[in-house]
């Protein structure tokens, strides 16, 4: 079981950047692909990133690639998300997610565990 705490959110101009912190729990979680999706009002939860066990493979949503970055630390049992140039299109609640699975290639696959989720607001 791995339970995931999802910290950094805010209210920040377009342009700005954010850093999103994400702390698990649960002794597997260097065996395991963390990630991150948004939901902003009204629509569907979205795929944002994604990355393997060992920091080696990432995936990006295309709206976000090139300005996020995915990264992780599994000493720390940290997942994080570099946010860059945001745009107000990027306002949404950010969740953090975890497989049960070492490396997950394909984007539409939901995640296994989720965090309770963390709010990033990006006025104009």
């Known amino acids: 079981q791995v339970q995931l705490v999802e910290s950094g959110g805010g209210m920040v101009q377009a342009g700005g950047s954010l850093r999103l912190s994400c702390a698990a729990s649960g002794r597997t979680f260097s065996r395991y692909a963390m990630g991150w999706f948004r939901q902003a009002p009204g629509k569907e939860r979205e795929f944002v990133a994604r990355i393997d066990w060992s920091g080696g493979i990432t995936y990006y949503a295309g709206s976000v690639k090139g300005r996020f970055t995915i990264s992780r630390d599994n000493v720390k049992n940290m997942v994080y998300l570099q946010m860059n140039s945001l745009k107000p299109e990027d306002t949404a609640v950010y969740y953090c997610?975890?497989?049960?699975?070492?490396?997950?290639?394909?984007?539409?696959?939901?995640?296994?565990?989720w965090g309770q989720g963390t709010q990033v607001t990006v006025s104009p």
């Open positions: 997610d975890g497989y049960r699975s070492s490396i997950v290639a394909t984007i539409a696959t939901m995640p296994d565990y």
